[in-house]
């Protein structure tokens, strides 16, 4: 292959094909780029064949598509359509586990975007290695790479997690595929998270959030109600914070419970939050707040299965813990967000303006913030109330 000009590239450069689903788009920067190659992994039987096939009948309507399977025979994936009732009689099939003869087939039906399931169920002939195994994994992605660059046609891999055994997991070969998609699930719960942990078409970190149903996977387009519960916001102990997702804010609810401890070592248990984060918030908590909860247990979780790695939820978590201690509900209708230093000062967080704008479209009337997040034109129908210390916001939450 030889070199080209950059200005004798094509002019459609910013062209992406809509995956008819808008949350699968935001979580990939915006839609399908062309020859771009996607690692969709996950824990086994949590939903990612169904939710390509989807995608794959809903890019049909205008690309070809072809579905190359290694695990399933061609009659479970004709099943599977139509138990979702998919409308894709032009998608080509292809019940084969050596990659060469997948790619070969790609490129005879014209196919513009190429789904394999899964990537731990092909091999190549270049690898003498066991399918599975770590150098195989890589010589069939590196494979696919080239293919996907040289012709132009995206490619949605799908790999399976593994805590343990001797198949590779999809982090093998992370550094060599231009995206990469990760499930999100609570087995307790209906709801799917789809997570963006690299993207070069896009940012890092988006999330998209999904219900599964009989009918297979349904977008959800206000992910926030789903992780309220409207009536223990009113209850001591929980409180209503403002994450940044990606691109987005999204409200979450933290519960926190203090219980008498029953022996000299005190359980601390944070779910959905940093564990260590939360030892550092109880200390800073005693030393500045002038709560002592050195023998009581302590639990924080975030509502619905959220992760949340950011500190904006350090002011919230400690209010919510108060709230339990003392028995006592927050304001009512309140929302809150903001890093907590070690001194006991309330730090700004980013998009500040963007969180408080999104809690007054959920209907919240207060909102307890760090005084730099305190924004110059505070939107309709919220009270915004900037604190510097610890102890001034517990004082103003109750």
């Known amino acids: 292959m030889s070199a080209s000009r950059l200005d004798s590239l094509p002019d459609d450069l910013s062209h992406r094909n809509s995956t008819g689903f808008a949350e699968f788009d935001r979580v990939l920067g915006g839609g399908l780029v062309p020859g771009a190659v996607v690692l969709l992994g996950g824990d086994p039987g949590v939903g990612k064949s169904t939710l390509l096939q989807q995608v794959s009948a809903n890019l049909g309507a205008e690309l070809q598509v072809m579905y190359a399977t290694g695990e399933e025979s061609l009659r479970q994936v004709g099943q599977r359509s139509q138990r979702l009732g998919l409308a894709a009689a032009d998608m080509q099939l292809l019940a084969d586990t050596s990659i060469e003869n997948v790619l070969e087939q790609a490129l005879a039906c014209a196919a513009r975007v190429l789904v394999i399931d899964s990537i731990q169920a092909m091999n190549s002939t270049e690898s003498p290695s066991a399918p599975g195994s770590v150098a195989q994994l890589r010589e069939c992605v590196s494979r696919i790479v080239q293919f996907a660059k040289q012709t132009d046609v995206s490619v949605f891999i799908i790999g399976h997690v593994t805590k343990e055994g001797t198949i590779a997991g999809p982090r093998a070969v992370e550094h060599m595929v231009d995206t990469v998609l990760y499930f999100e699930n609570d087995p307790a719960s209906r709801y799917t998270l789809i997570r963006s942990v690299k993207n070069r078409f896009g940012a890092s ?54 219980a008498d401890g029953n022996s000299s070592y005190p359980r601390r248990l944070a779910t959905g939050v940093d564990q260590n984060r939360l030892a550092l918030l109880l200390a800073v908590l005693q030393r500045h707040g002038n709560v002592a909860l050195g023998v009581e247990d302590i639990f924080v979780n975030v509502v619905g299965g959220l992760r949340i790695s950011e500190t904006a939820v350090d002011l919230p978590a400690l209010i919510a813990i108060v709230s339990s201690f003392r028995d006592r509900p927050t304001r009512e209708r309140l929302v809150s967000f903001g890093e907590v230093g070690l001194a006991g000062e309330i730090r700004p967080v980013r998009f500040g303006t963007e969180r408080i704008a999104a809690a007054a479209k959920q209907g919240f009337k207060h909102a307890l913030v760090p005084v730099s997040n305190v924004p110059k034109k505070i939107p309709d129908g919220i009270r915004v109330t900037g604190v510097r210390r610890i102890s001034e916001a517990l004082d103003e939450a109750f």
């Open 205 to 258: 970190g988006e999330m998209g959030v999904f219900a599964m149903t009989e009918a297979g996977f349904r977008e959800v387009s206000n992910p926030s109600a789903i992780f309220l519960s409207r009536e223990s916001i009113t209850e001591p102990g929980s409180i209503v914070s403002v994450a940044w997702e990606g691109s987005r804010a999204l409200l979450v609810e933290i519960q926190a419970l203090v």
